[in-house]
Antibody, heavy 127, light 111 residues
Framework: EVQLVESGGGLVKPGWSLRLSCAVSGLTFDDAWMTWVRRAPGKGLEWVGR??????????DYAVPVKGRFTISTDDSRNTVYLQMNDLKTEDTAVYFC??????????????????WGQGTMVTVSS | QSALTQPASVSGSPGQSITISCIGT?????????VSWYQQHPGKAPKLVIF???HRPSGVSNRFSGSKSGNTASLTISGLQAEDEADYFC???????????FGEGTTLTVL
């Protein structure tokens, strides 16, 4: 069974940094593409960024609001994906989810349908 | 990238059917058959109920169905049950810098 467990959220001031972790069990980064999304209070979900699997080249893409401030990385030895968040802004306040898709045979849905979600970790940016 | 447009709330009585719309653009729903729907109960992580516009993941009730016409996708829940009361989000692949766009969410109330 695939499980994703996020950690690292907390209360920080604008301009500060925070690193979120997502411990992954039941799959490897050789095959799985990992995505971060967030949900701000009272708002809908927002895509944050994604890292492709090693077998797919490992490319990383970011949403425009976080590009240049957030960095996604993976650690094979810990089977963990990270979201390093720098220069945090009040509008980054949200619950952050680590998520991933799936394949049915050769039909894969890594970027469009997310069947596995972590429980989320809250990030509050406030002065 | 603007969010997809969903009604803020819908309601229905047990046994009835309801439909939630999700309006996008030619840059997302209108071009790609990669529309998904998620159900989220309070305090829980979202659960995928529809992918690829019309497909149900294993284990999801056949009371849930999806469709698309032009730039608008729809989720229909038939035979409403109390357990269906939740928030529902749509999403679409965009192929652009912001790869996935989500709807703002619709709160379903079962009367």
């Amino acid at each position: 069974e695939v499980q994703l467990v996020e950690s690292g959220g907390g209360l920080v001031k604008p301009g500060w940094s925070l690193r979120l972790s997502c411990a992954v069990s039941g799959l490897t980064f050789d095959d799985a593409w990992m995505t971060w999304v967030r949900r701000a209070p009272g708002k809908g979900l927002e895509w944050v960024g994604r890292v492709k699997s090693k077998n797919s080249g490992g490319a990383i893409d970011y949403a425009v609001p976080v590009k240049g401030r957030f960095t996604i990385s993976t650690d094979d030895s810990r089977n963990t994906v990270y979201l390093q968040m720098n220069d945090l802004k009040t509008e980054d306040t949200a619950v952050y989810f680590c998520i991933t898709g799936f394949c049915i045979g050769n039909d894969c849905h890594w970027d469009d349908a997310f069947s596995i979600w972590g429980q989320g970790t809250m990030v509050t940016v406030s002065s | 990238q603007s969010a997809l447009t969903q009604p803020a709330s819908v309601s229905g009585s047990p046994g009835q059917s309801i439909t939630i719309s999700c309006i996008g653009t030619t840059s997302d729903i209108g071009t790609y058959n990669y529309v998904s729907w998620y159900q989220q109960h309070p305090g829980k992580a979202p659960k995928l109920v529809i992918f690829g516009v019309i497909h149900r993941p294993s284990g999801v009730s056949n009371r849930f169905s999806g469709s698309k016409s032009g730039n608008t996708a729809s989720l229909t829940i038939s035979g409403l049950q109390a357990e269906d009361e939740a928030d529902y989000f749509c999403s679409s692949y965009t192929g652009k810098t912001n790869l996935v766009v989500f709807g703002e969410g619709t709160t379903l109330t079962v009367l």
